[in-house]
């Protein structure tokens, strides 16, 4: 069937170092996915994407990984700030209506 | 250039009455996703709808749930004699285009049913 799970719920970091959040997906059929960031309160929010014809794509600070051989999805946060403190989802897309399907989540926290 | 607006933000219900949850998509968007949030989970696909059409929904409930995005006004997500396992956040997302990248999402509509 279809899914996106995520390896850890909980993911403390200080402040100033990085941090990877993972995400294993099951659907080989999928040829896109995204990294949402969900801060309280508030809708999911566009971190970065990457299609499956790629394995690495990087953006302002952050950077995602994509391993289609084991299924398998990063999202890697640089020099984390207390405003990178918010659960951060993994989705990808299945079908010609362009639904999202998500995983669980991660709550990163950044200690100061 | 608002973006994508929901409401109500918080909406309590007792057992057995109707929700209805509004969303205005984006100017120039004419594709709308909703989406379910349980309590310490992802988001679940509801629907999907063009302008006066759905395309997708398989997300949806069998019973008491339906949607629609009329010509004018907002996409209405409709919740009929409400059971206590609705309260979720409920998320619409609008797209210019209908393509997953280009979905941007609405802040939720809590709803609560006592």
């Known amino acids: 069937g279809e899914s996106v799970g995520l390896h850890l719920p909980t993911l403390s970091v200080q402040e100033g170092d990085n941090s990877i959040i993972n995400c294993a997906y099951s659907?080989?059929?999928?040829?896109?996915f995204i990294w949402y960031k969900q801060e309280s309160g508030k809708g999911p929010q566009f971190i970065i994407d990457?299609?499956?014809?790629?394995d690495k794509r990087q953006g302002q600070r952050v950077t995602v990984l994509l391993n289609k051989t084991v299924k398998h999805l990063s999202l890697q946060i640089a020099a984390t700030q207390p405003g990178d403190s918010a659960v951060y989802f993994c989705?990808?897309?299945?079908?010609?209506?362009?639904?999202?399907?998500f995983g669980q989540g991660t709550r990163l926290t950044i200690n100061p | 250039n608002a973006g994508v607006m929901q409401n109500p933000r918080h909406l309590v219900r007792r057992r057995g009455q109707e929700a209805r949850l509004r969303c205005s998509p984006m100017k120039g968007h004419s594709h709308v996703y909703w989406y379910r949030q349980l309590p310490e989970e992802g988001l679940k696909f509801m629907v999907y709808?063009?302008?006066?059409?759905?395309?997708?929904e398989s997300g949806m409930p069998k019973e008491r749930f339906s949607a629609e995005f009329p010509k004018e006004g907002p996409s209405i997500l409709r919740i009929q004699q409400v059971v206590r396992g609705d309260s979720a956040a409920y998320f619409c997302?609008?797209?210019?285009?209908?393509?997953?990248?280009?979905?941007?999402f609405g802040p939720g509509t809590r709803l609560l049913v006592l």
């Open positions: 709808l063009q302008k006066e059409n759905i395309i997708d």
């Open positions: 659907n080989s059929a999928s040829d896109y």
């Open positions: 989705a990808e897309n299945i079908g010609r209506a362009q639904k999202l399907v």
């Open positions: 990457i299609r499956s014809n790629m």
């Open positions: 997302a609008s797209s210019p285009s209908g393509r997953a990248e280009t979905q941007y």
